[in-house]
């Protein structure tokens, strides 16, 4: 959130450290949850707007979309509560293969699933919404949908606008399915087509407790009604219902699709009465005991795929009633024969236990809100799992090439569906991957194998990923380095949902908790909202006059070192979140943005020079022509504004930094210490603008005033400046393409007496500077010198001279820490406060304020 210039980042934190930290939370802190509450997934966050003040919310998220039905769905939800002014959506859709099936649906109402069949609510050709605009080219698609407030009112006065859906494919070519390879990882999407159908046997169990009265039991009828006519010949199939009492429509055994059959089925259907309470045990294992002895008996097809769909609208309230006892029933009467799938209907439905039933039984769960068609969205959950091509899939890859793969077993594989698996590569270099399918396809067994070649497959990715951040156009400036990475995010949002799906299944409590710890850890590498995590909000504090409290104090935190050597990252070590992990497919994402501001830097090293202002302060400066490297003390006062580069004349630039005072450590022969508090970069090209840092926040003011605080990692770019926070860590300022400065931030957990939060300040990149730079670092960027030694007089040993311009200035070697600490660097250091080797005097660098740009006293940057 951006209020009153001041930005308040999230955070993903591991939901037992908010339990613990729940008295002592920050009071502007606010922890949104996106945790089940009674299993509906919504994620909530309010903020309290001063008067008068301007707000921009950024939302950015990842969605791994699921191809179901032969088709991707994506959902934009477009309720502002109100008729608005401006109101703009723009979704823009890339893929290495052609998109095929392109449909924009026309605003639906009502909180359905992309597995909902609409067929009975839309036309066979159903209309975009008004003003919608559909750019469609052969790999990329633009659709925008903007409706002024005529428009908007004509669908709707209060602002429920509803949800904007679009439906797509892509062309799919034989065979083993799509390999991506990224940064040594993978990910493969399997999802063949134009296979023989497999038969099935299916039990339906159905809830006919008095809760089911009225429209649940009716629309379930309906729905029961339309996939009794579209089983095929071969199926087997039974229904069971259930309450206080269980009825068989045929007992002890599995029926063929017959038109009579059908028949006497709709009877029985039709028949079903609601009353009493809930027996979700007895509807089970009297389904599981039927398809049971049924596939033990004669009649059993080997190759065939058994399914019991199970669908209730309440909690056990009669026979067994504890989850854990139901749980160990299922698996006892299932013993891996079938697979079970769940559907809860409304809002008083244990979902964990329905949830925990399907994946300890090869199957899947569905929700159905209380406010949604549930008839159209049973039938749409039986055309997802009505028609199985495979079973049995088996998903193999050259031994010891791979690792952490993520789930290579599948049970079935249904029509119009995708299995997606995804890994590490332990070999980047090898030049091929080996890849072997195995499956049961009705009466024979089905082998699918071939070699993939790495580099090309790395090169092909490569090439969309550029493809996409073009086609994105301002959208890819938020995309950041999410697509350089988005094939490892898939594999850590696989591996998030193996760990909870193995929590679920876990028998033991030590199991339970390595699950959980699992998930978390990658849960807050990747920084996803998951079951397991908060996205906690720093808030705004509003005051009684209406204006907002000051930028509330962020505790220090460790120093954190920049890498070693002479490169440094603008990017943190774990890959962050946000916008479209994948071009296209089957990743989506959708975002409301400001512009340019990201959630983390781009993953781009600068390349960072030695010359250096850090410490107390020690400055450095690296001469390459000559291949010297010179160093120097600077003893002023706190309160001192010190010029560290001027170049206000030609390109513009001025940086000046901000002395602080601390106490020397016992038995130093210092009176005291210096450091630098603040830094303010000045940019007067090609308008003005400004950057000030301290240890605990960044201010940019270019076209807005933001206050960014150093603990989060963040990306601004203003137009003439831009700014990469890598959190606690260090800052990367950059002006135009060609000069960057990096401010390293030094802080302290539990300081000393003698410490203070201070910054290091060092120049990455200073082409764009000009040959009149000056200022105590800049004055030495273009120049050449040279170390000349002389000779002994009588006794004394030799000494060494530094000849810079026209000046000789006594130096002697000196070894230095620079970069945190974590490299050393040998250098001529000169005495006497850098007497003779900088221009002038020392008063001559003293600035009346941090933002003064005032040329070099003598009239040019040069004595």
Known sequence: ??????????????????????????????????SPVQEAEVFKMAANIPGRNRAIFLLTYEELLERRLGRYEHVTSLR?????SRLSLDVTIVDHSPITDLQVLPLRNGRTSSGANTKLKTPAKPEPPVTTMIKKEKNVCKITFSPNIVQQAKITTNGLLGEFVIRYDVQRDMGIGDIQVLNGHFVHYFAPKDLPVVPKNVVFVIDTSASMLGTKIRQTKD?????????????????????????????????????LNVRDAKKFIYTLATTGGTNIDGGIQTGSSLLREYLSGPDASPNSVSLLIFLTDGRPTVGEVQSAAILGNTRTAVQEKFCIFTIGLGNDVDYRLLERMSLENCGMMRRISEDADAGAMLKGFYDEIGTPLLSDIRINYTQDSVQYVTQQLFTNYFNGSEIVIAGKLTNQSAESLHVQVTASNNDRNIILETDVPLRQ???????????ATVAMAEGAKLLGSITDDFVERVWGFLSVKEGLRSRLRSQTSKEREEHIQQATNLSLTYHFLSPVTNLVVEKPEVLADNTMAPTPTIAPAPTIAPGAGETMSADNDLPGDTEDGKPGRPTSSVSNSIGKVQRRPAKKSITVSKTSADGDPHFVVEFPLSKLTVCFNINGEPGHVLRLVSDHKYSGVTVNGKLIGAPAPPGSHKQQRTYFSTITIVVDRPKRAYIEVTPKKVIL??????????HSTVSVDSGVLSVSITGKSNVTVTVGGNISFVILLHQYKNPAPYQRDHLGFYIGQSKGLSHSCHGLLGQFLYEEVGVAELPADGDAKPSSVLKVK??????????????SGTQSVDCWFARNNAAKLIDGQYEDYLMSHMFDTGDWPHGTNRV
């Open 806 to 819: 026209d000046r000789a200035v006594p130096v002697v070697q000196k070894s230095r820490r620079i970069y």
């Open 1 to 34: 959130m951006i209020i009153g210039g001041r930005v308040y980042q999230s955070e993903v934190k591991p939901k037992e450290k908010r339990v613990k930290q729940e008295s002592g939370k920050a009071k502007n802190k606010e922890a949104g949850d996106a």
């Open 701 to 710: 003011d270019g076209r807005d005033r933001m206050v960014l605080p150093c």
């Open 223 to 259: 729905a029961l009604f339309t996939i009794l006519r579209d089983l095929r010949p071969g199926d087997r199939f039974n229904f069971i219902s259930f309450s206080n009492k269980i009825k068989v429509w045929q007992p002890n055994r599995l029926v063929p699709v017959t038109p």
């Open 457 to 467: 497959r790395q090169i092909e990715t490569e090439k969309h990923v550029q493809a």
């Open 80 to 84: 502002p509560l109100q008729l608005v």
